[in-house]
């Protein structure tokens, strides 16, 4: 059995690809990346049809595999706890079954195991994480890659009982092992070990440590890549904080934007700010509150206990320290709920419990208007947010005995919390005044948005339910908000559904209906909502200040002329263009045009996006202009529906002209309408002259065929008749039409190129068309293609 995990993946995928299970092969080597890099939506694009593609073919080690670097994904970049925790230990279980156990992954499985649990709650799962580490650690060899991964778990957890002394023994012993095997230490090993550092207040010893360790790296031939630069620059600047080189440290500190980027940089960089907030170095304002509350709500929802309770505290103090009392109080109140998320919760209840004091000793504002006129002060005065909070805090404590007041009061409190980045909190203020005045209408509404906000799916329920037996229409239209917010395009079809059958002359029903009909390819349903919508508004002249909703918007009108047109009901696309002033050459029938160049943008099957170049003909069509591969469902030629909002904004009025000049509108793509049916073959070798490119693809054009080049100046290839020289190379990719065979196209290729001084090679193309191969694999071997 092999022990080297990178060798079996190479194996598995040649075997993968030669029998013809190209997509999971490709998965297998696309899946780490997605995970490591955190290209979390192409992750879970190729995950659900990967995994079931091993499990078909009965491949177990492979399922192990993929679901390792899912979980990866979901516990070091999305930073998933208590969500992950039952899928963490029902893989530890599948990967040590008799079928799986001598999978070379199946031991990594153990590190997403010990992750998971300190994720939850890393002191209170010491001793479960310091057992199976323990376990695993002592029967595989100190070579092994996942030695270096599990010796840094196992520090871990030392750090997390409160012992970075022997954390940092447990490191240097690992170490020792892992050299004395003939291997290297990983970088990742090094910034564990400068964590430890940190600690133990040993900062120099950091700085020297990183500067060693990339130097040695480098040594290597081994450039750091993004994450490794990142953390890099992230553990030098705390040391830096630390040392008190304030000025060093801003210039190494990652921007806000990054860490907004990377879940797994926050914790570290929340802790070198409040270090640099208290040297006087770095601003802190409530622009910071507002994103350390942020993230304190994403690691609240993921289940991320224990984290979440140390970022709060971070946050809180930073609140306390700005006099920023309501929000230092609801940090307080969500830590102390989150203690009874805890398994240990010795020394950091007495932080919560610390902030709680800390935030009640601030000095309660005094109300520079009566309670009444207060909203209108605030609006007046432009009051900022975190003030504003402490004053609406007080005048609605003041204010509980008068219902009205006291309800419009805890309304703006509560948009204000959610505007700081506490939808909870301001989910907990509404549920309490909907309490003492159950039918405000505009109580449900903002409670609504705020649950919805915060992801609150059981308050969603409990708000809807309690809606139900009176206002049945609007607890569906909870429901339907719910469902569009997490994308269950059908459900929420069937909510505004049923909300039109209670009362048809909703017209937002409609707009989010037809959204989700458009979402789930029912273009025939959208037209037809969009086209009621336009029956049921309101005449533009009969509609009073606030009422605009419910008025015939523009956005609506072109809504309607993408579902007609992917519906091919010419006469409505024209109809409603004309009405908003769309000029057609013709008066009727199919729209086919030439307006302008446009980019598309289409979704690879690997879950990335592509932007293609295209010829837009007509108010939602274009026809899509380059060769493509097989990792695209589009090809040249075909038109495409695609949906009217602009993805790229129109450059700024001081951008550069040729910036500019060169903008190009960009678009999603809907579906598909009229296929072209070209197929793709690929041609490589020589680069031809300038002349000759042309001529070629003048002649392919006029015989009904297209070509289009993917290499650029940079693609050499190699030179035969000299010994180490290199050549300009042509890789491009052959569009065949339906109306040719591959033998025509592979003579054609042949009249075209074969007085040129260096030959191409279409491989793919000869076996396509029976033609003998000896010359192409002849030609790939010459020029090294």
Not at 295 to 324: F, I, K, M, N, Q
């Amino acid at each position: 059995m092999t022990t080297d995990i990178w060798a079996w993946v190479h194996d598995t995928h040649q075997q993968l690809a030669e029998a013809g299970h190209h997509r999971l092969a490709e998965a297998i080597y696309a899946l780490p990346g997605h995970a490591n890099e955190g290209r979390d939506d192409q992750l879970d694009a190729v995950y659900p049809e990967a995994v079931a593609a091993a499990r078909a073919l009965g491949l177990p080690w492979v399922e192990v595999y993929l679901r390792h670097w899912r979980m990866q994904n979901l516990l070091n970049k999305r930073h998933q706890g208590e969500q992950a925790l039952p899928e963490a230990v029902d893989l530890l279980e599948f990967a040590h079954r008799e079928e799986t156990v001598g999978c070379p992954q199946s031991v990594c499985v153990v590190q997403d195991f010990a992750i998971c649990h300190a994720r939850v709650d890393g002191p209170g799962y010491v001793p479960q994480r310091l057992e199976v580490l323990g376990e695993t650690l002592a029967r595989i060899e100190p070579g092994r890659a996942c030695f270096d991964c599990l010796s840094r778990e196992y520090s871990d957890a030392l750090e997390d009982d409160g012992r970075p002394a022997d954390a940092l023994s447990h490191l240097d012993t690992a170490a020792a092992r892992i050299q004395g095997a003939g291997e290297r230490l990983s970088l990742h090993f090094h910034h564990s070990r400068a964590g430890t550092l940190h600690l133990l207040g040993r900062h120099q010893e950091v700085l020297d440590l990183l500067d060693t360790a990339e130097r040695a790296e480098r040594a290597r031939g081994h450039e750091p890549d993004e994450s490794d630069v990142r953390w890099g620059a992230l553990l030098r600047a705390r040391a830096l904080a630390s040392l008190g080189r304030t000025e060093e440290a801003l210039a190494l500190l990652p921007e806000r934007a990054e860490a907004e980027r990377h879940a797994d940089l926050r914790q570290v960089w929340t802790s070198t700010v409040e270090l640099l907030v208290a040297a006087g170095a770095q601003e802190n304002d409530a622009e910071l509150g507002t994103v350390l509350a942020g993230w304190v709500g994403y690691l609240d929802g993921t289940g991320s206990h224990r984290p979440c309770v140390d970022l709060l505290l971070a946050a809180g103090r930073l609140a306390v320290a700005r006099g920023a009392r309501t929000v230092a109080l609801t940090l307080a109140a969500t830590g102390e709920r989150k203690l009874a998320q805890l398994v240990r919760t010795e020394g950091v209840a007495e932080e919560v419990a610390a902030l709680r004091a800390a935030a009640e000793a601030l000095p309660v504002p005094e109300l520079p208007v009566p309670a009444d006129e207060l909203m209108a002060h605030l609006a007046e005065a432009e009051v900022p947010y975190e003030t504003g909070a402490d004053l609406l805090s007080v005048a609605l404590d003041r204010y509980q005995g008068v219902q009205a007041g006291a309800s419009e009061l805890a309304g703006v409190l509560a948009v204000v919390l959610d505007g700081l980045g506490h939808a909870r909190a301001a989910a907990d203020v509404l549920w309490q005044r909907l309490d003492a005045d159950p039918g405000n209408e505009q109580l449900t509404g903002t409670l609504g948005q705020v649950l919805i906000e915060a992801g609150d799916a059981e308050g969603l329920r409990r708000l809807a339910d309690r809606l139900a037996a009176t206002s049945p229409a609007e607890a569906h239209w909870i429901r339907a908000r719910w469902a569009a917010a997490e994308a269950r395009w059908a459900e929420v079809l069937e909510q505004c559904e049923a909300i039109l059958a209670l009362d048809g002359s909703r017209i937002n029903t409609r707009r989010l209906a037809a959204s989700a009909a458009t979402a789930l390819g029912d273009h025939a349903t959208a037209q037809r909502l969009y086209q009621e919508l336009l029956e049921h508004a309101l005449p533009a002249e009969d509609v009073e200040e606030g009422e605009r909703h419910r008025t015939v918007q523009e956005p609506d009108l072109w809504h309607l002329i993408t579902a007609a047109t992917a519906n091919r009901d010419w006469a409505v696309v024209r109809s409603t263009g004309a009405r908003i002033g769309i000029e057609f050459d013709e008066p009727e029938g199919p729209v086919d045009e030439e307006w302008q160049l446009v980019t598309v943008r289409a979704t690879r099957t690997n879950g990335a996006t592509a932007d293609l170049p295209a010829l837009r003909t007509g108010p939602a069509t274009a026809r899509v202009l380059p060769v493509l591969g097989d990792d695209l469902t589009l090809n040249h030629g075909d038109v495409v529906v695609f949906a009217p909002a602009l993805l790229e904004p129109y450059p700024a009025e001081d951008a550069p002209e040729e910036e500019r000049e060169g903008w190009r509108p960009v678009f999603e793509v809907l579906t598909l309408l009229d296929p072209a049916g070209f197929t793709t073959y690929w041609i490589d070798g020589g680069r031809p002259t300038e002349e000759q490119w042309t001529t070629l693809r003048e002649d392919l054009r006029r015989a009904g065929y297209a070509v289009w080049a993917y290499s650029g100046e940079q693609y050499r290839i190699t030179d035969p008749a000299d010994e180490g020289g290199t050549l300009p190379g042509l890789y491009a990719a052959l569009g065949v039409p339906p109306t040719a065979s591959a033998a025509e196209a592979d003579a054609l290729l042949h009249r075209l190129t074969g007085d040129w001084p260096h030959p191409l090679a279409w491989l793919d193309l000869a076996e396509a068309a029976g033609a003998d191969t000896a010359r192409h694999e002849g030609i790939v071997e010459r020029y090294g293609l």
